[in-house]
């Protein structure tokens, strides 16, 4: 018999490489065979409910890295809280209605202005279908635990209905109106958009001062004085009705060297502007108050015209001349002002931003209002109203779908009003809990400055705005006609609107004194998207039997501030006085490693499903654990490469665990904790505080700080110390001995409880390592997170193994200068000499524990009186590393002086042939070969 025969030497067949790529599929195939989604649920009921509410993303293309971020998180959350003892489903959702399915269909060739409405949506909704199939199949190759099989969609004809029953609620109190005011419009969607559809790109700008000729200057200003304004839009000057002036500013009238006439700028801003305009040399002749202006009038720069000056704060001395020139039609400022004093909103634009004949200079009829901006700077030369004409770069807003600027446009709309109950949503944000802290505050705000929202759309891939026009163009909407339209969209559709007449959607017998005819007419705009997923909480969360409402729960990207979590909002204390959700948690958005953003462009768009096929979903899930999410989060080769190191760590601790338990029962071999160890006791301690920190970072959404305690524990506290010295008793002791089942215990214990705390982020790893536990659920996914014990020994545990582990550092660090000067190799190949301070001293007889074999030194020697002169001081004690006496042991490995002091085994050292001798007797008479 070989003396390799005689060690406990751990077996499993656990594999050390994951194979992730190929063994993820194969085990969420047996997740889904074996209906673990429903198990878990079942095995929830009447406990305690948690409804994490999925916000839709939107059905078009693969997934990427964000998409991952999210949908993770949130199995994350759900993982936990279902074995966390709390009945939490998940039913993951979709929106599909929208500009960016007629986009691609618009690639494809398809041209919706010719096609029949209905036949035209049908190809959207088949679009749509196929999206969400392929979005399925990457979020399930994720590993994300949901109702994969009855998502809502927004397409769904309940959904609909649902929605349509939320615009009638909304109009029954009040909160929805038609009206003609400058919206966001993108000419190249031809639509509004939502303060949600629009992000800001740098663009280059032509800026001009213009001059406008004082024509009634109210006894105080005289006509060859000009009132000089400043934009940044010269398209909007053939638009231009009046002039805005702040009543609070002074403004300097100024008399210019060469000049025959006068000009009136803000006093604040007369430096600069005379710096802009190159006047050296020019003084002011007079300063008056905004308020002295007030209903003056200027001729128009361009045309045989006059507009009128007004006062409003507005105006700001941050930018221009302290004037602002006011287009009622195409600004909201110049709307709210151009109102109070009555003037017309003014807007001679079509749907794709080009002047229609109503301007009064037929040559701009139809040139689209970027390139009127040459055209009309060249008029303001040749009528020398233009005084000076820069270009600069600054931010614009742009339409988030075609990437190319939007304007404002009065335009007639439906509009939400959230002014009407503005006070009631800023009450139920301060009711509602905010991951982080500051996003109360950042959704407060965008609440409290909102406008009204503009919910039509000039589109045919929407579900519609459920209004009939009587024959005197009235609008008609009733609860009747509501619910009579959501009854038929519940059974047909939201198509019905498109194949049915007017009368067919109306109740039967409909009348109106607006119509004596009978005859109506539908609305042929749609909802906004947003008023979509923003109806949820009625399509889905109190409509579904398995959720209720309001969720627990709302997870997004923190641009959703705007977007779902605002129109979510609005819609639900709209139609039912509180918020849709308890808590609001919202992430960064996915950036590369350098802080760019995904793009094609530069070539560092990293695609999950690559990822899967390369590492696995693991290494995703673990990135998105490993992750700070409440700022921007970096992702690149590199980093996911890092985490599939950590990866490796925690894989390979699992599988040295598992060999080293594979021979132990938990039934039978078990060690109670009153008869184990003080250090295997300690280790229990430390494991129970990992367990309590972990459950209770998980309570706060902080997966970053599971992963990392998780992570701290695998490397310090297990492999770097307990299971590095457990080689000495796992291998070497009896198979049987105390210390050894007392160690598996331990360890055992420590599988147990990791492997269900970390199921939520590694729930293909956990899962293949819980087969090879010997525990009662057939998965780790069906088993509850582990309880958080108690210890009557734990301060004094805590406290004694705290000073231990310094004193450890110490000899470590020993040690270490002992190797560096030759002294030894390997550890074991050590004697220490201690001369421990007396709290060291009390330290250790309190522990009772064998110290030299924690060390993994050879010898340990603990003296008294003075140290020698050679001896290295530390806080902890004084210490002297010599070279142990004696040999080898060759099954051991330390260096003894009993080595072959049991003449039939030669090669052992006197502990082992001990253990040996009473573990293999026959063999010991026949002789251990090495």
């Avoid at 010719?114 to 279908?129: G, P």
């Avoid at 007369?270 to 008056?288: G, P």
């Avoid at 140290?867 to 002297?880: H, M, R, S, W, Y």
């Amino acid at each position: 018999m070989r003396i390799k025969d005689t060690l406990n030497l751990g077996k499993t067949k656990f594999p050390m490489r994951g194979n992730l790529p190929n063994r993820e599929g194969e085990w969420q195939k047996a997740w889904e065979e074996n209906k673990l989604y429903e198990q878990r649920l079942k095995l929830n009921e009447g406990k305690p409910r948690f409804d994490l509410h999925d916000g839709p993303p939107f059905a078009n293309g693969n997934i990427h890295m964000g998409h991952s971020l999210n949908k993770i998180s949130k199995d994350i959350i759900v993982r936990y809280k279902n074995m966390s003892g709390f009945y939490a489903p998940f039913v993951p959702g979709w929106d599909t209605h929208g500009l960016p399915i007629e986009q691609q269909l618009a690639k494809q060739g398809v041209d919706r202005k010719t096609m029949d409405r209905a036949e035209y949506r049908e190809l959207c909704r088949k679009y749509a279908m196929e999206q969400i199939d392929k979005q399925r199949t990457d979020f399930k190759r994720l590993g994300v635990m949901a109702d994969w099989d009855h998502p809502y969609i927004t397409l769904q004809p309940k959904f609909e209905a649902e929605e349509i029953r939320v615009f009638g609620k909304m109009f029954e109190k009040g909160y929805i109106y038609k009206g003609l005011k400058p919206v966001y419009w993108s000419p190249s969607s031809e639509s509004t958009l939502a303060e949600a559809e629009v992000e800001y790109h740098d663009v280059k700008s032509p800026a001009i001062y213009v001059a406008f000729q004082v024509k009634d200057g109210k006894g105080i200003l005289d006509n060859d004085t000009y009132m000089v304004i400043w934009t940044t839009t010269p398209w909007t000057i053939p638009v231009n009705v009046g002039i805005t002036v702040n009543p609070k500013f002074e403004y300097s009238v100024i008399k210019v060297a060469g000049e025959d006439r006068k000009f009136v700028i803000g006093t604040s801003q007369l430096e600069k502007v005379a710096e802009d305009l190159e006047w050296k040399d020019y003084e002011v002749v007079d300063t008056f108050k905004g308020t002295d202006f007030d209903r003056m009038t200027v001729k128009h720069p361009l045309y045989d015209k006059t507009s009128l000056v007004m006062n409003d704060t507005y105006v700001t001395a941050e930018d221009g001349t302290g004037l602002v020139h006011n287009a009622t039609g195409f600004g909201e400022d110049d709307y709210n002002v151009g109102k109070k004093y009555g003037l017309p909103v003014y807007s001679p634009m079509d749907d794709q931003g080009r002047y229609t004949k109503d301007i009064p200079d037929p040559n701009l009829v139809g040139v689209f209002y970027d390139d009127a901006n040459k055209m009309i700077t060249k008029q303001l030369e040749e009528k020398k109203a233009l005084l000076k004409l820069s270009f600069f770069t600054h931010s614009y807003p742009h339409d988030w779908r075609t990437k190319k600027p939007v304007i404002y446009r009065a335009t007639t709309q439906w509009f939400a009003s959230v002014d009407a109950f503005r006070d009631q949503i800023l009450a139920e944000i301060e009711k509602a809990n905010f991951t982080p802290s500051w996003g109360k505050t950042r959704l407060y705000n965008m609440i409290k400055d909102r406008g009204d929202w503009v919910i039509s759309r000039q589109r045919a891939w929407g579900v519609p705005l459920p209004i009939f026009y009587a024959e005197d163009g009235t609008p008609i909407v009733s609860k009747e006609t509501i619910e009579h339209i959501a009854q038929i969209f519940e059974k047909e559709g939201s198509n019905a609107w498109y194949t049915h007449t007017a009368e067919e959607l109306l109740p039967a017998g409909f009348k109106s004194e607006h119509s004596p005819n009978g005859k109506f007419k539908k609305e042929t705009d749609i909802l906004d998207v947003w008023f979509d997923s923003g109806s949820s909480h009625q399509g889905v969360l109190a409509a579904r039997p398995e959720l209720h409402y309001p969720a627990d729960l709302y997870l997004e990207g923190s641009d959703q501030y705007r977007g779902w979590f605002n129109s979510s909002l609005i819609t639900s204390v709209a139609v039912s006085g509180h918020a849709p959700y308890k808590s609001i948690l919202s992430q960064g958005f996915v950036l590369d490693d350098k802080g760019h953003k995904m793009s094609k462009s530069l070539g560092n768009v990293i695609s999950p499903n690559d990822v899967i096929k390369q590492m696995g979903a693991e290494i995703i899930r673990l990135w998105v654990a490993s992750a700070d999410t409440t700022s921007d989060v970096a992702v690149s080769k590199g980093i996911l490469q890092q985490n599939a190191e950590s990866y490796r760590k925690i894989r390979n601790t699992l599988r040295y665990m598992l060999a080293n338990t594979s021979d132990f029962d938990p039934k039978t071999n078990r060690v109670a904790y009153s008869d184990l160890r003080s250090i295997d006791q300690y280790m229990e301690v430390v494991l129970n505080k990992l367990v309590k920190d972990c459950l209770a970072a998980y309570d706060k959404y902080d997966f970053t700080s599971v992963y990392k305690m998780v992570f701290k524990f695998i490397s310090n506290e297990l492999s770097a110390f307990y299971l590095d010295f457990a080689k000495d008793v796992l291998y070497i002791e009896g198979e049987d001995s105390l210390p050894r089942r007392a160690m598996q215990t331990v360890i055992y214990d420590a599988l147990v409880k990791l492997t269900k705390v970390m199921t939520p982020i590694l729930p293909h790893t956990m899962e293949e390592a819980w087969g090879y536990l010997k525990e009662d659920e057939d998965y780790v996914q069906l088993s509850d997170m582990p309880e958080v014990e108690t210890f009557d020994n734990e301060a004094e545990l805590v406290e004694n193994w705290t000073k231990f582990m310094k004193f450890r550092d110490d000899v470590l660090k020993a040690l270490e200068e002992a190797r560096n000067d030759k002294l030894i190799g390997k550890s074991f190949e050590a004697c220490v000499d201690v001369y421990p301070t007396a709290e060291t001293k009390t330290v250790f007889e309190k522990l009772n524990a064998d110290m030299r074999q924690i060390l993994i030194v050879s010898k340990l020697n603990i003296l008294d009186g003075e140290a020698p002169a050679d001896a290295k001081e530390f806080e902890t004690a004084k210490l002297v590393v010599k070279h142990a006496e004696g040999e080898v042991c060759q099954r051991c490995r330390m260096t003894r002086k009993d080595v072959g002091a049991d003449a039939k085994l030669p090669t052992l050292c006197g502990r082992c042939a001990e253990i040996v001798e009473a573990n293999f007797p026959e063999e010991v008479k026949e002789g251990l070969e090495d």
